[in-house]
């Protein structure tokens, strides 16, 4: 089927940087919108910032001018640049794709999710 791959969590202090990467494995036919989503404890995972196959971006109130979401078709991989980031950033961050692909032989649509990549932000 298809695979998400996460890497690049880890601890930082507030005001420093990390860059997540996602990428998508498979017997993909294509794949639209890529984002990322967050779930700190007691919370709901919310968005945190989607792009569409086109180069659109969104991103949420929270992040905005801090973090950047990138694409890269070639690689089917998604990038979240965060800069400046605060204690609150702290969360399990998943990347999400639309994929178009291949299962058995038959074209299927379906929502796959990575596995989530912890990044913790010290004061």
């Known amino acids: 089927q298809v695979q998400l791959v996460e890497s690049g969590g880890g601890l930082v202090q507030a005001g420093g940087s990390l860059r997540l990467s996602c990428a998508a494995s498979?017997?993909?036919?294509?794949?639209?919108?890529m984002g990322w989503y967050r779930q700190a404890p007691g919370k709901q995972r919310e968005l945190v910032a989607a792009?569409?196959?086109?180069?659109?971006?969104n991103y949420a109130d929270s992040v905005k001018g801090r973090f950047t979401i990138s694409r890269d078709n070639a690689k089917n991989t998604v990038y979240l640049q965060m800069n400046s980031l605060k204690p609150e950033d702290t969360a399990v961050y998943y990347c999400?794709?639309?994929?178009?692909?291949?299962?058995?032989?038959?074209?299927?649509?379906?929502?796959?999710w990575g596995q989530g990549t912890q990044v913790t932000v010290s004061s």
């Open positions: 999400k794709a639309g994929v178009t692909h291949y299962t058995n032989s038959v074209l299927t649509f379906a929502n796959y």
């Open positions: 498979g017997s993909i036919f294509s794949i639209g919108s």
């Open positions: 792009v569409t196959s086109g180069g659109t971006t």
